[in-house]
């Protein structure tokens, strides 16, 4: 196993840079990702956030850092789910029922 790149994981943890492109053989008819953007309640996007993917029953699935951008992106099987977006601007949730292909959603942080 080869270790991974700066360019290829966000800082100071292993998953893959939230703003990457999606992988060039990712078919959308049968993957289900969920994307979005952690944002303040002005609008500014919060780049260093922990969000958290919950499952129907609220159960800790998965959890990546944002951006510099505040981007996000998790590879999930299609249902309901929830994102918990920490940070130290506040905390916010929101939730989204993700079908097959891309799922933008936005959380909104408060203090």
């Known amino acids: 196993m080869t270790a991974p790149t700066a360019a290829s994981t966000a800082a100071g943890c ?23 953007v952690v944002r303040s309640v002005q609008g500014e996007a919060v780049a260093g956030a ?6 129907s029953t609220g159960e800790f699935t998965a959890e990546v850092v944002t951006s510099p951008a505040g981007q996000f992106r998790f590879f999930a099987a299609p249902g309901a789910w ?25 959380v909104t942080v408060t203090d």
């Open 14 to 36: 292993a998953a893959p840079d939230q703003a990457a492109p999606l992988p060039a053989g990712l078919d959308l008819e049968r993957e289900t990702v969920i994307t979005g």
């Open 82 to 106: 929830t994102l918990r977006a920490l940070s130290r601007q506040g905390n916010g949730d929101t939730t989204v029922t993700a079908g097959r292909g891309i799922n933008e959603v936005t």
């Open 50 to 55: 922990y969000v958290r993917l919950l499952d």
